[in-house]
């Protein structure tokens, strides 16, 4: 943790200086406040198919713990740094959070189905994958670089939105496909496909999505006017587990719209997909990440991190290449292959010096503007 936010780019970062426990009062803060507002909003602020695994008296321990930590962090920041931002910021999320009832927030209003935001699905994600990213990219790093780099809160914008419209991006993914390919469905077809063997049907799966999304990833790379929406993807010059999230709704529309064609048509059952959708959602993160692994025997079996860091490549002869986001030998079939032995990139961002805007809303209505 060698750099900080701008506010406290002045002072120490390390151990004993209270920016770490800051830091850490600011994010469990806002976790013991989001997760109050979902108390108090369940119908409008929790998905449907959530609610009813949450174990709510554990949920409300949890919750107990997580306001508390926050305050004798934020306690501890402000006793340690020059600076008392950081602290009196996760001091005042907690004060909020109790005042609005805290671990003992009644849980308000019947619970309906019909449209809602994802804020508890936000919530989870961000507990899991920091958890499981933060310290992964900390210990085995290959760049040195801050969790706090530059442009980190436009993608957390992005990794925020797109956990909060997860009801709309649904929709969008999954609506076209039964609306325009309902004629290629056929039951019985489907219910042969839906009795395959679990591990079948995952491999099926797999590979269909990655041959569908190979050729929509290159679509957007080549067709100029698609390229506009897949910019904002590769503007980003910092690779790590939250650089993947930055996406513009229309790339992420277009892509797992076409991608989920083949699974509705085919019909899958719903345990190889769910374990398809966590794979992937665990997978297409990590492929992001700031770490060093090499995963050599495997590297043309499935896709790992250098295969994928050369594809955000800034460096001229990676450009266009690497587009399978599970199965390197896609690449390797069409041609479109870069792997350098013993080679990670330099520079990563959009090649040729070129450059998108600062901030989720400039780049969101950016590829609207441009000629």
Known sequence: MSAAPPSTAAEPTHFGSGW???VLSVTLGTIGLGAVLCFHHPSL????????????????????VVLVSAFILGVISVVLR??????????SLTLAAALLGGSRVPLDGE????????????????????????????????????IFRRGWRTDLIYFFVSALAVQVTTLLTMKPAMIFFSWAANRDAQAWVAGQPFMLQFAGILLLTDLTQYWVHRAFHRVPWLWRFHAVH??????????????????????????????????????????????????????????????????????????????????????????AVHLPLLDRVFGTAYLPEGRWPAAYGLAGGAALPDGYARQFVAPFRRS
């Open 111 to 146: 619970l309906t189905r019909g449209p809602f935001l994802g804020l508890d699905w936000f919530l989870l994600n961000l507990i899991g994958y920091s958890i499981l990213f933060i310290p992964l990219e900390r210990v085995f790093q290959r760049r040195d670089q801050p």
């Open 234 to 323: 590769h503007s980003a010059e910092a690779m790590d587990w939250l650089a993947g999230s930055r996406l513009h709704l229309v790339d992420v529309a277009v892509t797992r719209g076409l991608t989920y064609v083949p699974i509705y048509v085919l019909g899958f059952a719903e345990a190889p997909l769910f374990a398809y959708v966590a794979f992937v959602s665990i997978q297409a993160t990590f492929i992001h990440a700031n770490v060093r692994f090499e995963f050599a025997p495997l590297r043309w079996i499935v896709a790992t991190p250098r295969f994928h860091h050369w594809h955000h490549a800034a460096e001229a002869e990676a450009v266009d290449k690497n587009f």
């Open 20 to 22: 770490i426990s800051g």
């Open 45 to 64: 602020l929790t998905m449907p198919e959530l609610r009813g695994l949450y174990p709510i008296p554990y949920v409300r321990a949890l919750l107990h």
């Open 82 to 91: 020059r600076r008392k931002v950081l602290g009196f910021a996760g001091i």
